[in-house]
């Protein structure tokens, strides 16, 4: 059974500050999915990762997969308050049997 | 404009009321899906369809139906729905391609009392 981990699932960090999400999961997946989910809404495709060594960038978010260490990271570079969400790691569990879900990272930035 | 459609967005409902909860897109995509949210868990799979006539079940399928008759719809039903139903629901679609985009509707709040 595919289980996705993500770490930290709270998140309260300063405008101008760099960090890090990461996303683990237990089985070999080459398909991993970022969202953004903001209170009450429904989830924004941020990345779609679609192999080992892929990394995309989107203005201040960089995503990155490593298939090996089944680890994906969600990077924010200079955070800004418009990007306070919970963050959703995705992996696609092969043939149609669609996404396994973190618990999603509840991110805060403060002014 | 690419959309998928869920309907009812809020409904408080009785125990054992039978409802069912819509959802259609307008791409076309053969693969849709239900997932539900709750707090700490994050979203978890309900149903998923690969096509017209072809359903299978998530990781959470008590208590839920799904037909999928036509390509564009979707609906998810409760029997006979309980409290531990209380959720917020949302479908989504994609095409064949593992890999494309995932859509999701705005999500479905449901209670039941």
């Known amino acids: 059974e595919l289980k996705v981990e993500q770490n930290p699932l709270f998140l309260s960090m300063q405008e101008g500050k760099n960090y890090t999400i990461y996303c683990n999961y237990s089985t070999t997946s080459d398909r991993l999915y970022w969202y953004r989910q903001d209170p009450g809404k429904s989830l924004e495709s941020l990345f779609v990762l679609l192999s080992n060594g892929a990394v995309k960038q989107e203005g201040r978010l960089m995503a990155s997969l490593d298939t090996k260490a089944r680890l994906s990271t969600l990077h924010i570079t200079a955070a800004v308050h418009d990007l306070s969400a919970t963050y959703f790691c995705a992996v696609d569990r092969g043939g149609a049997d669609g996404l396994t879900f973190g618990k999603g990272t509840h991110l805060i930035i403060q002014p | 404009e690419a959309q998928v459609t869920q309907n009812p967005r809020y409904l408080i409902t009785v125990t054992g009321k039978k409802l069912t909860v819509t959802c259609s897109q307008n791409?076309?995509?053969?693969?849709m899906s239900w997932y539900r949210q709750d707090p700490g868990l994050g979203l978890r799979q309900i149903y998923y369809s690969m096509n017209v006539e072809v359903t299978d079940k998530g990781d959470v399928p008590e208590g839920y139906k799904v037909s999928r008759k036509e390509k564009r719809n979707f609906p998810l039903i409760l029997e006979s729905p309980s409290p531990n139903q209380t959720s917020l629901y949302f479908c989504?679609?994609?095409?064949?391609?593992?890999?494309?985009?995932?859509?999701f509707g705005e999500g479905s709040w449901l209670t039941v009392v």
């Open positions: 989504a679609s994609s095409s064949a391609y593992r890999g494309n985009t995932i859509y």
């Open positions: 791409m076309n995509h053969e693969y």
